[in-house]
Nanobody
Framework: QVQLVESGGGSVQAGGSLRLSCAAS????????IGWFRQAPGKEREGVAA????????DYADSVKGRFTISQDNAKNTVYLQMNSLKPEDTAMYYC???????????????????WGQGTQVTVSS
């Protein structure tokens, strides 16, 4: 079991920045990769970024490349999502999720993640 807790959401004006945190606990050694997803009202959940345990390689959605940065602090079992140059269309509930076990999926697929956090709201005003 892996438990995930997000924090750092809030309300900012367009052009502002936020840093989200995803604190992991439990059997974190089994985690293959962690992703950040977001879901706006009436829209499907979409992958924002992912980071692969061990290699530290990252992936990003085209819509956030150059603005968002995913990173991890292994000593703290925490994954961060630094969000800069925020836009109103970034407004959504943000979730972190972990893939653990033997099966890997394309990082953008929600079904590829075994564990999810409760989410943190990000609101960007124009």
């Amino acid at each position: 079991q892996v438990q995930l807790v997000e924090s750092g959401g809030g309300s900012v004006q367009a052009g502002g920045s936020l840093r989200l945190s995803c604190a992991a606990s439990g059997n974190t050694y089994s985690t293959n990769y962690i992703g950040w997803f977001r879901q706006a009202p009436g829209k499907e959940r979409e992958g924002v970024a992912a980071i692969y345990n061990g290699s530290g390689n990252t992936d990003y959605a085209d819509s956030v490349k150059g603005r968002f940065t995913i990173s991890q602090d292994n000593a703290k079992n925490t994954v961060y999502l630094q969000m800069n140059s925020l836009k109103p269309e970034d407004t959504a509930m943000y979730y972190c999720a972990a893939n653990s076990g033997g099966t890997w999926y394309r990082w953008t697929l929600p079904r590829g993640y075994n564990y999810w956090g409760q989410g943190t709201q990000v609101t960007v005003s124009s």
